[in-house]
Each structure stands twice: as structure tokens, then as C-alpha cells.
């Protein structure tokens, strides 16, 4: 490097470095003021959902109940024919503070509520909503990316006392035994070996039970597309393929006394899915960056970033979707939401679809009753403590299993402890 270069290349780095700053402050503010984007679209992470159509009204002329400007967990009851919907992780594999991996909650009038995915860093949002643990024992997992699935150690962790229950899990076989839901499982519990063992005796250890319901991969085809999977309580839910590299990646259709919702994981936009979601009054689908936002955000060749892109859905191809689909509201989610992403995202699916839609960020909230569908965010504690436990129904606490002696502590670092003097 000649003396020119060794001055003006640090010169350049410094300006444009500068100007890359400059366009895209560092933000630490939580929350965010609410700003407007250029396109006319709240700043994500301030409190308003990324929508335009916050209410979609599906009767015309109909009484419509009146929600407050937040939903604020234990101060809102669900009315017998309403259904919520809650982005409980709206984001990507690179957990953010503010966007945890993929997870979204669906909750009924009748009480039933199921959880879709548990990707990594979404149980605290999920937990933070105070719904007591044995409540949340119902899993239906889109596939086996960790950023779906990576928050189950949480999740399944009964913490001994708020859950004493097993924790059931649905999802697809895989072309082999080891790729299917009930081997995840399996191997869950048998990594977590040294956790329950180590309980057993100290507190309640029947949360630690996970029990798959794995359904078959194989009867999936062009005369069989989707299959009844869950048929339980008036609640009926659909699995059906989905185009995402491996057998066994599928989406999910629940359908509950006339209201519906769909969600279908990640995937390259098909027909297929799109006719499998038709009609739903929300359908959540993915929506991912493009390749050179990608790339250079996440630090990553292009070529490598674009090969993930070409495994997921782009924004003008999910307004393709949608337009076969015609939700009453489509939901993009799995997006990389910053304030200059989303215009871009709105722009793409608004230049092949032109029905209400709306980017999912954590904790988005969507009440859906036969009149309208409603999206707010939620406000939550961040130092939230676990809802209380419900008692069980004979009103007896539940009985330890025997202590396990073999393999505790030995007692020569016992023997070590410092006590309080008597
Ligand atoms: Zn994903
Ligand atoms: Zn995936």
C-alpha cells in the first residue's frame, strides 16, 4: 500500500462508515417514539402494530365490541365466539432482543389454547402473557428448524410446581424415523437427563413428561393435501405440506366454530398452501428479506444469503399467495422488521395484492370474532413472574417421587459446606 492509499481508503471507510450511521442511527430506546416511516407505517417496537388496517370489519352494519388501545395480559377476558392471536416470536434464526425466532399463540373463547412453534427466545414474551403453565401443554410444530423449535427446553421446563403435566407435541414424520417429531422428542427428554434426574425428589417431576402425536408424512398427496390431525372440543385442525427443503415441513388450519386461522411456517410460496389456508380470517405466512439486505446485514456472502432466500418467501411472491389465499387479514411475518425494512415489505406484497395486511412484531395481538379482526399490540411486564398454578382438581398437591441417592454431590465437597453457627 502506497502512502496515498494508506491515507485516503481509511479517509473513505471513515466517510461512508459515517454515512451508513448517519442513515441507520443505533437505537436504544424501548419504547421507541412513534415515529412514521416514510410510507406512512409506525416504527416497529413503539407500541402500534405495522398495519394500516388495524380493524377489518367482516359484517357490515354489525355491533362491534370495543377493545382498549393495548391488550394488557390478565384484563381482557375472551368472549365465548372470539378467538386471540398473538405474535409471540415474529422473527428470524439470529435472535434479537426485541424479535425473538418464531412463535405465535392461539387462544379461544372456549378456553383451548395452542401454540405454534417455539423458536428460540420466545418464552419469555410467551410467559410475560401470565397464563398458567398447564394451560400451555398443546405444540404443533411447522418443522424442526431450530429457530421453530429451539425454545422447548424452556418451554417444556415446568419449573416442577406451575405445570405438572406432560407437554404434548405435534408435527410430521420425516423421510426417515430419526428426521419425525417423536425422535425429537425423544432425544429431548434424553438430553435433558441430568435436569430431571437431578428434581427427582426435590420438587413435582410430571411436567417432564413430553409426549409427541406424530403424524404421517406419507399420506400427504394431490388427492389427500391436507389431513385432520386434531379433532378435539369443537376445535379441528389441519396439517398439509409445504414447500420447505425437507419431508416433513408442513402448515397448520384451525378452524373453530366458524373462525379460522392458518399458519404455515416457512416455505417457498406454493399453490398448494395457498389453497389449503383459502378463506381463513387470518392467514400468518412467512416473509423474508431480500438477498442483499440479507447479506449485508447478517454479515454473509451474498451468494450464501441468497441461497436461504431462495428457500423462503419474498414480498411481491406472498401477495401472490394472498391473492389466492384471500384471508380477511394476511399477517407477513418471520421479517427482519426494522424502521427501513418494512416500507420495502408493504411495497412488494401491495404490488400483486391489495387486501388488508400487517407485518407481525412480538407480542402484535389479533382478536378475530365473527363481526371483525382486530390488531393491537400487547404491554407486558419485562420482570413478568410465572401466573399462579392452577390446583388440581381433587385439591390435593401433587406427591414427590422417591429421592434419588446414587450419584449426588460428593460427600467430600459436602462435607466442605459452609453452615450458619447454631
Ligand atoms: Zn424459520
Ligand atoms: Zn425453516
Not at 73 to 92: C, D, F, H, K, Y
Not at 118 to 147: C, E, N, Q, Y
Not at 178 to 200: I, P, Y
Request: glycine letters at 8%.
Amino acid at each position: 500500500m502506497n502512502v496515498k492509499t494508506g491515507i485516503i481508503l481509511p479517509l473513505l471507510a471513515f466517510v461512508f462508515g459515517s454515512v451508513a450511521l448517519a442513515e441507520e442511527p443505533t437505537d436504544y430506546r424501548f419504547p421507541r417514539e412513534c415515529t412514521m416511516t416514510p410510507a406512512g407505517y409506525p416504527v416497529p417496537l413503539c407500541g402500534k402494530p405495522l398495519t394500516k388496517t388495524p380493524v377489518v370489519i367482516k359484517k357490515e352494519g354489525a355491533a362491534l365490541k370495543k377493545y382498549p388501545e393495548h391488550f394488557i395480559p390478565e384484563q381482557e377476558e375472551l368472549a365465548a365466539n372470539e378467538m386471540r392471536i398473538t405474535a409471540v416470536g415474529s422473527g428470524n434464526p439470529p435472535v434479537r432482543r426485541g424479535q425473538a425466532s418464531t412463535s405465535w399463540l392461539v387462544e379461544l373463547g372456549n378456553g383451548d389454547k395452542f401454540i405454534f412453534d417455539v423458536g428460540g427466545g420466545t418464552v419469555p414474551a410467551l410467559w410475560s402473557l401470565r397464563i398458567p403453565l398447564a394451560s400451555l401443554d398443546k405444540l404443533f410444530v411447522t418443522h424442526l428448524h431450530l429457530d421453530h423449535v429451539g425454545g422447548i427446553l424452556n418451554l417444556w421446563d415446568s419449573m416442577g410446581w406451575a405445570r405438572n403435566t406432560p407437554l404434548h407435541i405435534w408435527g410430521s414424520s420425516g423421510s426417515t424415523p430419526e428426521l419425525g417429531v417423536a425422535a425429537f422428542a425423544d432425544h429431548v427428554q434424553k438430553a435433558a437427563a441430568w435436569h430431571t434426574r437431578s428434581k427427582t425428589g426435590i420438587i413435582p417431576t410430571g411436567g417432564m413428561e413430553l409426549i409427541a402425536h406424530e403424524f404421517d408424512a406419507a399420506q400427504f398427496s394431490p388427492d389427500n393435501p391436507r389431513a385432520v390431525i386434531y379433532d378435539e372440543n369443537d376445535v379441528r385442525i389441519y396439517a398439509f405440506p409445504v414447500d420447505h427443503l425437507l419431508v416433513g415441513a408442513v402448515g397448520y388450519r384451525l378452524e373453530w366454530q366458524g373462525l379460522s386461522m392458518a399458519f404455515t411456517g416457512d416455505s417457498v410460496p406454493t399453490r398448494q398452501e395457498a389453497e389449503q389456508s383459502k378463506g381463513v380470517d387470518v392467514f400468518i405466512h412467512e416473509l423474508f428479506i431480500d438477498a442483499p439486505t440479507f447479506a449485508k446485514r447478517n454479515n454473509m456472502p451474498l451468494q450464501i444469503a441468497q441461497n436461504v432466500v431462495d428457500e423462503h418467501t419474498p414480498a411481491d411472491l406472498l401477495g401472490r399467495v394472498f391473492s389466492i389465499a384471500e384471508p380477511k387479514l394476511g399477517v407477513g411475518t418471520h421479517y427482519f422488521t426494522n424502521e427501513y425494512t418494512i416500507d420495502k415489505a408493504f411495497a412488494g406484497m401491495a404490488s400483486t395484492y391489495d387486501g388488508p395486511v400487517a407485518i407481525a412484531q412480538d407480542l402484535m395481538v389479533i382478536n378475530v370474532t365473527p363481526e371483525q379482526i382486530v390488531t393491537r399490540m400487547a404491554k407486558t411486564d419485562l420482570l413478568s413472574w410465572a401466573a399462579p398454578a392452577p390446583r388440581p382438581a381433587d385439591g390435593k398437591r401433587p406427591e414427590l417421587e422417591p429421592y434419588i441417592t446414587e450419584g449426588r454431590t460428593p460427600q467430600w465437597v459436602i462435607d466442605t459446606g459452609i453452615k450458619r453457627k447454631k
